[in-house]
């Protein structure tokens, strides 16, 4: 059931009021998706991103899901959660 989310999401990208805003929607399904590929805890790592993403300190590339830095340090069981 790998398009099952993309289903239920159909609807939020519809609605969307532009073509920017359906985008926006699609970037953060995306990165969300990929967290939970990489068993990441959400919360945790969002709120990392959000106050981070315009940090001129930091790459981009460090705060995607993969990134080495981000499994190391918001992984399910290094948050205490498996």
Do not use: H, W
């Not at 981009?60 to 990134?67: D, T």
Request: aromatic residues 14%; charged residues 20%; hydrophobic residues 35%.
């Amino acid at each position: 059931m790998v398009f099952k989310p993309f289903v239920i999401q159909r609807k939020n990208f519809q609605t969307s009021d532009s073509y920017a805003g359906a985008r926006y929607t699609a970037k953060m399904f995306s990165i969300i998706q990929t967290k939970r590929a990489n068993n990441l805890n959400t919360y945790q790592y969002l709120n990392y991103i959000f106050e981070n993403i315009n940090n001129p300190n930091i790459k981009i590339e460090s705060l995607l899901p993969y990134s080495d830095k981000m499994s190391e340090k918001f992984s399910n069981k290094a948050c205490g959660r498996i």
